[in-house]
């Protein structure tokens, strides 16, 4: 099990600052929502988990240990990461695609031992995609593709995982499908951090909601202190109402706010 920190992370991307004094406490067991207007710093802060772009100030650490000081490989065990919107340049079969999150034990596509077999199995089973093992990966649909490039992260079974927008290609039943492996995934331990756009899967799926908004964490907490019609209107700038019914919170925005 794997607790990831963020300690006061900023981000500088070219001239401006994405990230600012970030303080994050990621647990494991828990599905955890990234949510936020575009441009909020979403893509920058789950890629500063991963490791992929370096703090201008602070760190991430995993139980403890600062990620920047952790060997490549022993990282990439430990977090799989899910880039938003990926593609796949070559026709390969969709089960050697998925077998590439195995790569960081040293296990190759083409000679998989029996551990890794059954974790691309049961990935792409998780994603409803058995039967598509031999198909060219570049012969799927966008939510089929975002689907098999997700199995490739769960592959890995690594003790964090963190998703960047995996629902956003997909049809409402595989939405809930894989919100509901992403959740199976944390109940058995994981650290699990996915952004979502859509309000009411992070209301009903997340554990834990973090609200960032222009480069800074504007509330944190379980999805009803954070879904407020407050933080909607001044986050989003959308007018909405948030009720309570019985399979959970619900929000319904009604309007865009004018500019401020
Ligand atoms: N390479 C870059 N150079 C300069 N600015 C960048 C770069 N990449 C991202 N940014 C800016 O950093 C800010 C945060 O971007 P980021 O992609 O993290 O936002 P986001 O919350 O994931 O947005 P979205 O919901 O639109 O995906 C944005 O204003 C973006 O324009």
């Not at 370096?54 to 990282?75: D, H, K, Q």
């Not at 050697?96 to 089973?125: D, H, S």
């Not at 331990?189 to 554990?207: E, K, P, S, W």
């Not at 019609?229 to 925005?253: D, P, Y």
Request: with cysteine.
């Amino acid at each position: 099990m794997k607790r990831l920190e963020v300690r006061s992370l900023a981000v500088d991307l070219g001239p401006s600052r994405a990230l600012q004094g970030i303080d994050l406490s990621l647990e494991p067991g828990c599905l955890t929502a990234l949510i936020g207007p575009n441009g909020a710093g979403k893509t920058t802060l789950l890629r500063a988990m991963a490791g992929l772009v370096r703090p201008s100030a602070g760190e991430v650490a995993l139980n403890g240990t600062p990620i920047a000081r952790m060997p490549a490989s022993e990282r990439a065990r430990a977090i799989a990461y899910l880039p938003q919107g990926g593609g796949v340049a070559w026709p390969l079969p969709v089960a050697k695609v998925v077998a590439l999150g195995r790569l960081p034990f040293g296990e190759r596509p083409e000679e998989l031992p029996a551990k890794g077999r059954e974790a691309v199995e049961a990935a792409l089973r998780a994603v409803a995609l058995e039967g598509f093992e031999s198909r060219p990966a570049t012969s799927l649909s966008g939510g089929e593709r975002a689907r098999m490039l997700l199995a490739r992260a769960l592959a890995t079974q690594a003790p964090v995982l963190l998703a960047d927008e995996p629902v956003a290609a997909l049809d409402p039943r595989h939405q809930l499908i894989v919100l509901e492996v992403l959740k199976a995934r944390a109940r058995a331990g994981a650290t699990v951090v996915a952004i979502l756009h859509d309000l009411n899967l992070a209301a009903r799926f997340a554990d834990r909601i973090v609200l960032l908004d222009q480069g800074k964490v504007e509330v944190s907490g379980l999805p009803e202190t954070v879904l407020t019609e407050a933080h909607l209107g001044s986050s989003f700038g959308i007018r909405a109402r948030v009720t309570r019914e019985e399979a959970g919170l619900l929000v319904l925005a009604q309007g865009p706010l004018p500019d401020p």
